[in-house]
C-alpha cells in the first residue's frame, strides 16, 4: 500500500508541484484545515477520510485521470489500515502537523522537494505502521499466551 501510495504521490507533485495555482494550495489547505478541525474535536472516525481526502486533493494536482483512479482504488485500503492500525487517532495533531509541512514544501513549487517531502512522509507513516503491527502482535501474542494458561 504504501509502496504505490508513494509512486502516485510523488508523480502526482512531480508534475503538479511547479505549476500549483494559489487557488489548489488554498484547497490543501483548506483540507488540512479540516483534518485538524476534526482532531481537535475528538472527530477520530472523520480522520483517516481527511488524511485520504488531502492526499487525494494532491494527486488531483497533476491533473492525471489515471493516477487519480489509481489512488481511488487505493484509498479504501489505506483508510482500512488506518482504522486497524489506529496509529492516527493517537497522533492527530502531529498528523496535521505533517501535512502541514507537506504543503508549505509544495508551496516552494520545487518539484523534487515535493516528492521527496511526500515520499519522507509516506515512508515514516510506513515505518510508524509496522512499528505499532508488530506492537499489536506482541500484545495479542502475550493475550493468547496467558488464555492458554
Not at 24 to 29: G, I, K, W
Not at 86 to 102: F, M
Not at 107 to 112: F, G, K, V
Not at 126 to 144: D, I, M, P, Y
Request: with cysteine.
Amino acid at each position: 500500500i504504501y509502496e504505490a501510495r508513494a509512486a502516485l504521490e510523488t508523480a502526482a507533485l512531480r508534475k503538479a508541484a511547479p505549476s500549483i495555482s494559489v487557488a489548489q494550495l488554498a484547497s490543501l489547505t483548506a483540507l488540512c484545515d479540516s483534518l485538524e478541525a476534526a482532531t481537535k474535536a475528538g472527530e477520530i472516525d472523520a480522520l483517516p477520510e481527511r488524511v485520504v481526502a488531502l492526499h487525494r486533493g494532491i494527486c488531483a494536482l497533476a491533473g492525471n485521470a489515471v493516477l487519480l483512479r489509481f489512488f481511488e482504488a487505493l484509498s479504501h485500503d489505506i483508510i482500512v489500515l488506518m482504522r486497524w492500525i489506529g496509529l492516527i487517532y493517537v497522533n492527530g495533531p502531529d498528523v496535521v502537523a505533517r501535512n502541514r509541512r507537506l504543503i508549505a514544501t509544495i508551496a516552494t513549487r520545487d518539484s523534487a522537494r515535493a516528492a521527496e517531502e511526500v515520499a519522507a512522509y509516506i515512508e515514516e507513516t510506513r515505518a510508524r505502521t509496522l512499528r505499532q503491527f508488530a506492537e499489536l502482535q506482541r500484545s495479542r501474542g502475550s493475550v493468547l499466551k496467558g488464555a492458554r494458561r
